[in-house]
């Protein structure tokens, strides 16, 4: 099946025409600062993958998308001449509430429950639910999916997603853990039981998905039933703008010292804190590895908080399982970086997870799923690629399928 994977954020829009049945990607595009002057847009075509670029100046997500159709359409590169050629739309959405369990044909009445959802990631679930709008108007025989970043954990116990605050704001406005990144923990966790040789379901597995943003999660027995992400993706770890977990009277604290409004602190907490707001160099990992290797210990501060709040939830979700088999470390820091690896798991030893120096280090080893624990290790660790696009594809192809 050819899928079209639109994964529309805030400020980009990720797309990838997606053939299912060789598992291989036809087209890739990134669309980059949506909605400002500085828009930009590349696409590329299997086999060579050659660039071209567009500028979209002032472009919303949708005039992105429609270009994209338009030159996948139009460009003798492309592997479809007409839109008909597509058999599904697997879109990805942050925020399914309480409402999304699993991935969900987007029928009118889920898009009708996806209306309620946008509150819970403004910034997000507007621009994919403007998507599937648009999509439905050019395509409306081809069926679109709903891969839900929270669906993965609709499985915790209320007392893992409930908050310590008065019941009328969940029983009022459902304030209550929804989790993220679900798609990559719920996939983290399938390889790693892949890996051991082991059925999922016996297994209990600590998910660390360390990329940009961060969560980590208890799956036991397959089932999400804690994760660091709360209402919101700003909960949890220290992550690469985002705060992470505070005292929430740092936030009054601040606005009544500063004159700051809700939306300046939006802000601060969203896109000013973290690894850059620490470090005061960058967001990016590999920047501040960089600058903390010469000598710059704003850097190295950044490093050390980033690790000894991951130490901390693996800890705390240790606590929260009957056992834990096996760590899983995934996304562009978790799959990539020896050297955090390595400070990670050099404080977790006396948990019974021991690292191999040999396993751990990258040489050669990118993209491969590997378990990197010495053999005896009571707790291994493991380490997997995720492919978020290809992912959404296989969902979408699945379900699908069954509706045929
Ligand atoms: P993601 O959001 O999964 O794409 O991950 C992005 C983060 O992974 C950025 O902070 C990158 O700096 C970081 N990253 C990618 N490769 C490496 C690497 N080799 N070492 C350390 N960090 C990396």
Request: glycine fraction near 8%.
């Amino acid at each position: 099946m050819k899928i079209l994977v639109v994964n529309a954020g805030s400020s980009s829009l990720k797309s990838q025409l997606i053939e299912t049945d060789g598992k291989v990607s036809q087209m890739k595009c990134l669309a980059e600062k949506v909605g400002t002057p500085e828009c930009t847009m590349s696409i590329s075509f299997a086999p060579d993958f050659k660039k071209m670029r567009y500028k979209m100046e002032g472009a919303s997500v949708t005039q992105c998308l429609k270009r994209l159709l338009d030159v996948m359409v139009d460009d003798p590169e492309s592997p479809i001449s007409g839109l008909g050629q597509i058999d599904a739309i697997g879109n990805r959405i942050v925020a399914g509430g309480e409402h999304f369990s699993k991935t969900t044909i987007i029928d009118e009445e889920a898009r009708k429950l996806l209306d309620d959802c946008e509150l819970l990631a403004p910034l997000h679930n507007p621009p994919a639910d403007a998507c599937i709008d648009m999509m439905h108007e050019l395509m409306p025989n081809t069926p679109q999916a709903g891969v839900f970043d929270t669906a993965f954990h609709t499985t915790m116990p209320p007392k893992a997603y409930l908050y310590p605050l008065p019941m009328r704001y969940y029983e009022e406005y459902r304030i209550r853990r929804y989790g993220a990144h679900g798609t990559s923990h719920r996939y983290a966790a399938q390889q790693a039981a892949n890996l051991m040789g082991r059925p999922l379901r016996d297994l209990g597995l600590i998910t660390c998905h360390l990329g940009n943003g961060g969560s980590i999660t208890a799956v036991n027995h397959g089932k999400s039933i804690d994760t660091t992400m709360g209402f919101t993706p700003l909960e949890g770890l220290m992550m690469g703008t985002r705060s992470g977990s505070i005292d929430p009277a740092i936030i009054t604290y601040i606005m009544r010292r500063e004159g700051k409004t809700f939306d300046d602190m939006d802000e601060i907490l969203n896109r000013e804190s973290g690894i850059l707001g620490v470090s005061g160099i960058s967001s990016d990992m590999r920047d501040v590895l960089d600058a903390a290797e010469g000598g710059n210990e704003r850097a190295q501060l950044a490093i050390d908080m980033y690790v000894y709040r991951i130490q901390k939830a693996i800890g705390s979700f240790y606590a929260a399982m009957t056992k834990t088999d096996a760590v899983v470390m995934t996304a562009g820091i978790g799959e990539n970086s020896a050297k955090l690896r390595e400070r990670i798991f050099a404080g977790l030893a006396h948990m019974g997870m021991i690292l191999d120096k040999e396993r751990n280090d990258v040489t050669g080893q990118i993209g491969v799923n590997r378990i990197i624990s010495i053999d005896d290790s009571p707790i291994k660790i493991c380490v997997v690629t995720t492919d978020e696009e290809m992912r959404i594809a296989r969902e979408t192809a699945n379900l699908v399928s069954q509706m045929a």
